[in-house]
């Protein structure tokens, strides 16, 4: 038997680790046996995986400072990992990351209504802070659809949205001030708890930054008030041209929804033909989901004056929620579009871009005429309002040919909305998925300023490496 | 006669650059005659005077870039100036700066109603965009006390705010892209026309870098639908307990109101003594201004409750606008706050500072007793919505005694502020005046790292040398 001495050193360098790791964390939160680590060989972008080296559970900022300063010491390269479902493959762990999961890290350390703000662990799953706020009147804004599962640090990770961003504003509105561990390991505060901010406004930079900046282990967030009263409309088109019309007439109409999504044929039938089903009429062209919150008096107007919007732009019917309970069951058949796509075929692809909201009916046309070209199946989720657009590719992972189109496919979205003045992603980020497509939108320059930048906080580049912004050829700095 | 060599030198190298200079923007572009200096000296912040070395102006961002190019090559440092009403010396030429004056670069250069937003070069005054698109039915949001003077370039350089930025944020809100001219002299853009943001966000970390990264030369910004109407309230207090007390319940209350204002009895009484009086009661203790803005139906009801909450609170007095005149004169006492103070003292020292909503009672107690302590004139106004508070000292910049009772109780107010979790500046910028505080907020840490993003845009240190992070005493880096 040779023994091949350069993979002993390896492995006794490797056991070395995470012994000392073993002594920060307990040796029930190391996990290194490769059973153990497939459960996080991807995030819920399944068409990315990589089995991370190890995970390290921690349980606060000084364990997540200590664990870093030796892996720093170390060169090994470390991912922050919440809940995992991320859509842009952003928790993935390259070049031999380890995974630091933050899902322990979940208790709510001060709530404070007089001047609105909570500080909460980042391994907070999103919907409980609002859970534990609302019976004082007060939510957490930003809503991810996967809010019940997703945890506060991803959705700061990758500047999450919602579909009541569009009244609320994404992620960065919501943080006020973060603890952060920088990739050297030393712990620093970003921002206050004032609105203001002052010096570079670091907390902006750092949401957003999709881990590439260090891990934010406690974060100030804002506290909204409940809205008295919130309508619900269920709006329904005969064609997508007349749904977009009507979508831009309400913003026109100086009238701001706390939601406004839109959803087409393809996926209201596939969720009516779900479990999930919850009355949606399957042959219309669209369905528009309106949400407008405020004063009960307010709405009532309010709502009456959507409601002749649409009519004028063409709707077949509109349906006002009268209780609370026809407001969820509207909600619920958006909700669970993604998983309603789950019966259609075993995988799905959610696409994730943003154009201005005048260009949705050529866009969407185009889309469909791509699927056509490529004898795919596509279904289109809106964030409409503010022209997020979400078209999902239902294929089989296990059938290569259709894998091969699905990417082809997915290049020309991203080129026909960055063609008509849109962008690459709405809010699910770059991650590993859309790194290649940087280069659509920025130019070398750009890229090598946000290299800079990135070097400020992460220098040695072992912080969630090969994310979001890619490598350049010649760096010459 | 001995000739001074060195100075000779000096003299032909600066005519030399002169020359270059005139080249680019033409002969009358170029001021280096002293006395056409003088008015270039300081900006709105007069007690920090320096003498630039001389002003371009400029009138396109080719001019822009040629102008930074040659003046990198020379390692001559620059300063970017629109109309000079910043309250924190940001557009001082300090360190032999040449001033880049941008008032010409004036034009508005597209409108985009559908989309929501303008294409503007960065000298147009601020209240000029929204005259432009009014008639329309939209306007553009941040509205400093000085939007009739004050450019966009400047706002974006400082984050400016402004009395209705509490519903509509600052400037960094209403920005979407920028172009810029970096101080290489390069061209660049940052951002795009829609509302999600990729990548790091540039747009976000260069508004409020005050100068420091570049000079931006296009604002594309966004336009807001105006509001169907508007109602204005004025409330009076006979003690500013009570009008905190009223301000915070507003806000409790789940009401945004566009505007929420206070002024005390100081500041009450100098405006009704002086040429703008517009009514206001000069015998209460605090006296608070309330815009709510929507739709007509919605305000009857708003107005109604923001009323109760006011009386509940002990208002002595609620006065509701019945017209827009009655609007507008009210306003005018409020936007005239600063000028009547001119009539008190040859100089006003406008302080600028942040604090929690629900410390405005206690903090607004001890600035009164720093006022007795020094025996200044010290009168408040208030962004009181969300706790910007603008302490502002009356005085004699010739009596040195004074000035320098001034400076003490400047520092005094803001430690007070810092102390109860508040922040040195919320709307007007660092610049040179409140260099030395930032050490009040943030580590040395905090500061090596603001600096060395810094030194990503500005390596060489040319754009607005010396303004708003202090330089570290050991840069090991």
Same mark, same amino acid.
Request: charged share 20%; aromatic share 6%; glycine share 8%.
């Given at each position: 038997?040779?023994?091949?001495?350069?993979?002993?050193?390896?492995?006794?360098?490797?056991?070395?680790?995470?012994? *000392?790791?073993?002594?920060?964390?307990?040796?029930?939160?190391?996990?290194?046996?490769?059973?153990?680590?497939? @459960?996080?060989?991807?995030?819920?972008?399944?068409?990315?995986?990589?089995?991370?080296?190890?995970?390290?559970?921690?349980?606060?900022?000084?364990? @997540?400072?200590?664990?870093?300063?030796?892996?720093?010491?170390?060169? @090994?390269?470390?991912?922050?990992?919440?809940?995992?479902?991320?859509?842009?493959?952003?928790?993935?762990?390259?070049?031999?990351?380890?995974?630091?999961?933050?899902?322990?890290?979940?208790?709510?350390?001060?709530?404070?209504?007089?001047?609105?703000?909570?500080?909460?662990?980042?391994?907070?799953?999103?919907?409980?802070?609002?859970?534990?706020?609302?019976?004082?009147?007060?939510?957490?804004?930003?809503?991810?659809?996967?809010?019940?599962?997703?945890?506060?640090?991803?959705?700061?990770?990758?500047?999450?949205?919602?579909?009541?961003?569009?009244?609320?504003?994404?992620?960065?509105?919501?943080?006020?001030?973060?603890?952060?561990?920088?990739?050297?390991?030393?712990?620093?505060?970003?921002?206050?708890?004032?609105?203001?901010?002052?010096?570079?406004?670091? @907390?902006?930079?750092?949401?957003?930054?999709?881990?590439?900046?260090?891990?934010?282990?406690?974060?100030?967030?804002?506290?909204?008030?409940?809205?008295?009263?919130?309508?619900?409309?269920?709006?329904?088109?005969?064609?997508?041209?007349?749904?977009?019309?009507?979508?831009?007439?309400?913003?026109?109409?100086?009238?701001?929804?706390?939601?406004?999504?839109?959803?087409?044929?393809?996926?209201?039938?596939?969720?009516?033909?779900?479990?999930?089903?919850?009355?949606?009429?399957?042959?219309?062209?669209?369905?528009?989901?309106?949400?407008?919150?405020?004063?009960?008096?307010?709405?009532?107007?309010?709502?009456?004056?959507?409601?002749?919007?649409?009519?004028?732009?063409?709707?077949?019917?509109?349906?006002?929620?009268?209780?609370?309970?026809?407001?969820?069951?509207?909600?619920?058949?958006?909700?669970?579009?993604?998983?309603?796509?789950?019966?259609?075929?075993?995988?799905?692809?959610?696409?994730?871009?943003?154009?201005?909201?005048?260009?949705?009916?050529?866009?969407?046309?185009?889309?469909?005429?791509?699927?056509?070209?490529?004898?795919?199946?596509?279904?289109?989720?809106?964030?409409?309002?503010?022209?997020?657009?979400?078209?999902?590719?239902?294929?089989?992972?296990?059938?290569?040919?259709?894998?091969?189109?699905?990417?082809?496919?997915?290049?020309?979205?991203?080129?026909?909305?960055?063609?008509?003045?849109?962008?690459?992603?709405?809010?699910?980020?770059?991650?590993?998925?859309?790194?290649?497509?940087?280069?659509?939108?920025?130019?070398?320059?750009?890229?090598?300023?946000?290299?800079?930048?990135?070097?400020?906080?992460?220098?040695?580049?072992?912080?969630?490496? *090969?994310?979001?912004?890619?490598?350049?050829?010649?760096?010459?700095?």
């Amino acid at each position: 038997m040779v023994v091949n001495f350069l993979s002993l050193t390896l492995i006794v360098k490797f056991m070395s680790l995470i012994n *000392k790791l073993k002594k920060i964390v307990g040796a029930n939160n190391v996990l290194s046996d490769p059973t153990e680590l497939l @459960v996080y060989e991807c995030d819920a972008l399944t068409t990315h995986r990589s089995l991370p080296k190890a995970v390290v559970l921690v349980s606060s900022t000084d364990q @997540v400072s200590k664990t870093i300063k030796i892996l720093n010491q170390e060169n @090994v390269p470390f991912t922050a990992r919440g809940a995992g479902t991320g859509l842009s493959g952003g928790a993935l762990a390259l070049e031999g990351s380890i995974i630091i999961e933050m899902a322990k890290m979940n208790r709510v350390l001060e709530v404070n209504y007089m001047d609105r703000y909570a500080i909460v662990e980042t391994g907070l799953i999103n919907i409980n802070l609002t859970r534990r706020v609302e019976t004082s009147g007060y939510f957490y804004a930003p809503d991810p659809s996967s809010q019940t599962a997703c945890t506060i640090g991803g959705n700061i990770a990758e500047n999450a949205g919602g579909p009541h961003c569009l009244k609320y504003g994404s992620t960065v509105n919501h943080i006020l001030a973060l603890k952060v561990v920088l990739p050297s390991g030393e712990v620093t505060m970003l921002g206050s708890q004032g609105i203001d901010t002052i010096g570079y406004d670091l @907390v902006g930079l750092f949401v957003g930054s999709e881990g590439t900046f260090g891990i934010a282990t406690e974060a100030t967030v804002r506290l909204q008030r409940l809205p008295e009263t919130v309508k619900t409309l269920m709006v329904d088109f005969l064609s997508t041209e007349e749904a977009s019309r009507a979508v831009s007439s309400i913003i026109a109409a100086g009238i701001l929804p706390s939601a406004l999504e839109m959803m087409d044929i393809v996926t209201v039938q596939a969720i009516e033909a779900s479990v999930f089903a919850s009355g949606l009429p399957v042959d219309a062209a669209a369905i528009v989901i309106i949400d407008l919150d405020g004063l009960i008096v307010d709405l009532e107007v309010e709502t009456e004056r959507v409601k002749q919007i649409c009519l004028n732009q063409g709707a077949r019917s509109v349906q006002i929620a009268r209780d609370q309970t026809e407001r969820l069951k509207i909600w619920a058949g958006r909700k669970s579009a993604f998983g309603a796509m789950g019966r259609i075929s075993p995988d799905l692809m959610v696409q994730d871009a943003v154009i201005p909201r005048s260009k949705l009916p050529i866009v969407l046309a185009k889309v469909y005429s791509i699927a056509k070209t490529y004898n795919l199946r596509i279904s289109n989720v809106f964030h409409a309002g503010d022209g997020n657009l979400h078209p999902n590719i239902s294929y089989d992972g296990r059938d290569k040919d259709e894998v091969s189109r699905v990417k082809t496919a997915c290049r020309e979205i991203m080129e026909l909305c960055v063609g008509v003045g849109g962008s690459i992603t709405g809010e699910h980020g770059v991650g590993a998925d859309k790194i290649d497509y940087m280069s659509l939108i920025f130019s070398e320059n750009d890229l090598k300023t946000m290299l800079s930048i990135r070097d400020c906080f992460n220098p040695k580049q072992l912080a969630n490496p *090969k994310k979001m912004i890619p490598s350049l050829r010649c760096r010459a700095y």
